[in-house]
Every structure is written in structure tokens, then in C-alpha cells.
């Protein structure tokens, strides 16, 4: 019964950093770039070349 409520626990601390994880970077500011071979480049907000890409994407999303 121990080891069931163990398990059980770090089960829950597992799912609670997942969703911590999620939470906090889906509202951080970032970019992916696609290429056409298939490869991606993610940014987030520390990269120095994310904030003109952000500029130039809202400006064409008309939200800037």
C-alpha cells in the first residue's frame, strides 16, 4: 500500500511540472521558423533576433 501511494504521488508531481511547463511557456513571446528541408528553429524571448521578428509579425497581424 506504501509503495502504491508513492507511486501515485510522483505521479502527480510529474503531471503538475507538466503542466506548470506548459502553462508558463505558451505565454512567453517566442517564434519557430519552419524551413523547407523540414528543419525548425525555435526563439523564445531571450534570443536578440526574436523581438524584430515579433515586430514585423504583429504588424501583419494588424495587432501592433
Known amino acids: 500500500m506504501r509503495a502504491g ?12 511540472v507538466v503542466l506548470l511547463r506548459r502553462r508558463s511557456s505558451a505565454a512567453r513571446p517566442h517564434a519557430d521558423l519552419y524551413f523547407d528541408d523540414g528543419s ?10 526574436v523581438e524584430r521578428l ?11
Open 40 to 49: 525548425m528553429l525555435a526563439l523564445d524571448d531571450r534570443a536578440p533576433e
Open 54 to 64: 515579433l515586430r514585423a509579425a504583429r504588424a501583419v497581424a494588424g495587432g501592433a
Open 5 to 16: 501511494r508513492l507511486l501515485v504521488a510522483a505521479g502527480a508531481a510529474a503531471a503538475a
